[in-house]
């Protein structure tokens, strides 16, 4: 995947957080997930019924026991956060994993 210019500015800080061999993985989510705006709002309707919408450049949910919407639109902050949630989960909590296919789907066949 060719990154835009808009996630290579965040390149610096991905190296500063994630794991060397993560780095490539993470702008591309970037990509996927906010296409590298720090402003970037998703999720903004209910989702089986519960309103957590999805902020900064990993599309955090702002649910409770996490941080605010203010920190999550910090680039630096979401991005370190972000590397947080890889270290103690890697990739499965993004969406764009699935679809770069960095993770399995969750859903199992059923017999």
């Known amino acids: 995947m060719i990154l835009t210019s808009k996630v290579e500015r965040w390149r610096r800080l991905v190296v500063k957080y ?46 409770r026991g996490r941080p605010t919407e203010q920190q999550l639109y910090d680039p630096e902050f979401n991005i370190a956060y972000s590397a947080g949630i890889f270290k103690a989960q890697g990739w499965m909590p993004w969406t764009a994993a699935r679809t770069l296919g960095l993770v399995r789907d969750k859903k199992k066949k059923e017999r």
């Open 18 to 63: 994630f794991p060397k061999a993560a780095v490539e993985n993470a702008l591309q989510i970037i990509q996927l997930e906010s296409g590298g705006n720090p402003r970037s709002k998703g999720d903004t309707q209910p989702i089986d019924g519960l309103l957590a919408p999805s902020i900064g450049l990993f599309q955090i949910r702002l649910l």
